[in-house]
Structure formats: structure tokens, C-alpha cells
């Protein structure tokens, strides 16, 4: 088992920033891929970024690309999400998740854990 526990979510003006933070516990961190997701009200789960065990192999959704960057410490069990350049339309709950394996995914359905989330608020 692994247990996420997000933090850092919060309001923020758009052109802001903050720093998301997923702290891990339970079974070898550094031998799961980790994801972020979000959900806005009434729609689905998507997919923001996502970073392998190492850290050398990172992909972004479109929106987040240039303006989101995902890192992680295995020393300290931690997954970060640092959110440049807030929009509105980020606005939503956000996820992070765990994968067993090197490599991360696109997809929900392949990440066995998940934190709790953490709302994310962007004012125009």
C-alpha cells in the first residue's frame, strides 16, 4: 500500500503560482512512477503530468506544458506540481497518484493510489 497525502492547494489571483506538494508513505517510493490529475466541477479526471521513478522521464499535458513543472525526491518521499502562470480554467481539484513501474501514464485507470486531492482555486 501506498498512502498520498496532497498539499499546498489554496486562491490564488490568475498569473500566480503555487507549489503542490504529495507526500508518500508505505511501500518503496522510489519504485513507483507518480502522476498529477485534476477535476474541475462536472467534468472529468485528466491527466496534468507525470514523472518516472527516476525523474528523467517527464511528460505534460498540452495546457500544463511551459507553465507547470513536475519534480520529486525520493529522499523524502515527496511529488511536487509548481504552477506557474495561473489561469482561471485551472481551477479544480488536484490529484496525485502512484504507479508501480519506471515509467508513468497518461491514463487514470493504470495508477493504484491516490491522495485525497487538493482544491485549487484561480480568481480572474
Known amino acids: 500500500q501506498v498512502q498520498l497525502v496532497e498539499s499546498g492547494g489554496g486562491l490564488v489571483q490568475a498569473g500566480g503560482s503555487l507549489r503542490l506538494s504529495c507526500a508518500a508513505s508505505?511501500?518503496?517510493?522510489?519504485?513507483?512512477?507518480m502522476g498529477w490529475f485534476r477535476q474541475a466541477p462536472g467534468k472529468e479526471r485528466e491527466f496534468v503530468a507525470t514523472?518516472?521513478?527516476?525523474?528523467?522521464?517527464?511528460y505534460y499535458a498540452d495546457y500544463a506544458q511551459g507553465r507547470f513543472t513536475i519534480s520529486r525526491d525520493n529522499a523524502k518521499n515527496a511529488v511536487y506540481l509548481q504552477m506557474n502562470n495561473l489561469k482561471p480554467e485551472d481551477t479544480a481539484v488536484y490529484y496525485c497518484?502512484?504507479?508501480?513501474?519506471?515509467?508513468?501514464?497518461?491514463?487514470?485507470?493504470?495508477?493504484?493510489?491516490w491522495g485525497q486531492g487538493t482544491q485549487v482555486t484561480v480568481s480572474s
Open positions: 514523472i518516472s521513478w527516476g525523474g528523467d522521464n517527464i
Open positions: 497518484a502512484a504507479m508501480p513501474g519506471w515509467r508513468g501514464s497518461y491514463y487514470s485507470h493504470e495508477y493504484n493510489y
Open positions: 508505505g511501500r518503496v517510493f522510489s519504485r513507483f512512477a
